[in-house]
């Protein structure tokens, strides 16, 4: 369904009377468009704190766009940044005010791993004092710290994560620009495996997301670099996608496949019509089954077995509501819940993994809720299920080898079949109550789930993203 007030806001009339009204004026989101789009285009600050570790991977991977790079001259602790000068990277830019006026930056870089303590969180005030305001148009914030978890020293463990309730504040403070903040936290030695990150959070793919930490590993599995073509990532693998018929899980499937996947598409049989749609539409092939069943997960691992030898990609996307608050909600509605939402996607795993049909760097992907954070009036049933998808995701990433990877996403108010049948004012409310003052599309779930697939990903794992422009509910 259209946001017709995110259209009417966008015109000359419209902006005018949300001003005089104090009303939001949420931006139209720049989106990905182009198949060969560079990932980054424009201009591009980059700084650093002091002893920084990642410069060299950031500079290394924005280096294969086309942005203009600055690096600042300013407080000594901005100094290790000149590194990028002196290879040619970037342009020296003085941190005055009215030089930094002159440009509109498309993002903001900063590389804070060498934070050592509390009072070297000043670093930020520094760099991003004199330059937040000439944020481009849905541009992009994005800082890169060290995991608290592998921070043996309490102080520095404190100022890594203090580097969450920054992020999470600049991302409400550029929103009203369609701007997004990220956060990634690198352990150390793992600043190789950031290159999918930094192109994914630069990039249009991540319009509706925003606020949000990552953590990344050193990954396992294939050694060394493994080259990748930028346009078609996903090129020789195989996904499987449950509930691909429609909505958020059709956009999957074609994002999967427009990323070279060849992907089956999974549903009951009575989407049939529509499954075969979508998988003649994208060169996939459908498959018809209830992940409920007893034998589900053996129907699902003979396919793949027989038709495939396995399988790269298991994106557990299908998903049931059965709304009734606790005290009047029947024994099967909270049954059907958990067994689509949540025991299916064990079930299917298991089978797949005693038969070792998911292939060496491996990706499972399971799809939670804001709702396994937040709760939900009426939704005890599925937020009970969405939050266990973040628990089984936590703990199967610690188990899983062979550089197989499992994260999650966690959708807030996408605009859906299902979002539409609401009732106006509650979706209204759902579309405003998040920094980016919008609904988001299935396509930014089917973003978010293409990079954590990326071969490049492999040091992301046990990572639970919201896709919710930053919901101003939950976590």
Known sequence: MSDLYLKFVNTSVGKQAASSLGLPAPIELERWKRQDQSFIEGKVLVGAGPRPRALSALGETLRGSPATLYSPEGPATLGESSALVESGVAKTLTMEDEAIAEHKFKALVFDATGIRDTSELRCLYDFFHPTIRQIARCGRVLIVGTDPASCK?????????????????????????????????????????????????????????DGQPVRIGKGSGTKGRT?????????????????????????????????????????????????????????????????????????????????????????????????????????????MAIAVNLTAEERIDEELMERDLVRENGRIVCVSSIAGFAGNFGQTNYAASKSGVIGYVESMARQLKNGITINAVAPGFIETQMTAAMPVTIREAGRRMNSLSQGGLPVDVAETIAWYCNPLSRGINGNVVRVCGQSLVGK
């Open 153 to 209: 020293n309490p102080a520095r463990a404190a100022a890594h994560k203090a580097l969450e309730g920054f992020v999470r504040s600049v991302a409400k403070e550029i929103g009203k620009k369609g701007a997004t903040a990220q956060l990634l936290w690198v352990a150390p030695n793992a600043e190789n495996q950031i290159e999918s990150s930094v192109r994914f959070f630069l990039s249009p793919k991540s319009a509706y997301v």
């Open 227 to 335: 080259a990748v073509n930028t346009n078609a990532p996903l090129t020789g693998k195989v996904a499987l996608v449950t509930g691909a018929s429609r909505g958020i899980g059709e956009a999957i499937a074609r994002t999967l496949a427009r990323d070279g996947a060849r992907v089956v598409c999974l549903d009951i049989p009575a989407t049939m019509e529509d499954l075969n749609r979508v998988a003649e539409d994208i060169g996939g092939s459908p498959l018809a089954a209830d992940i409920t069943e007893d034998n589900g997960p053996r129907l699902i691992a003979d396919h793949l077995e027989d038709e495939f030898g396995g399988i790269d990609i298991v994106v557990h996307n299908a998903g049931v509501t059965r709304d009734k608050t606790l005290a009047r909600m029947p024994e099967h509605f909270w049954d």
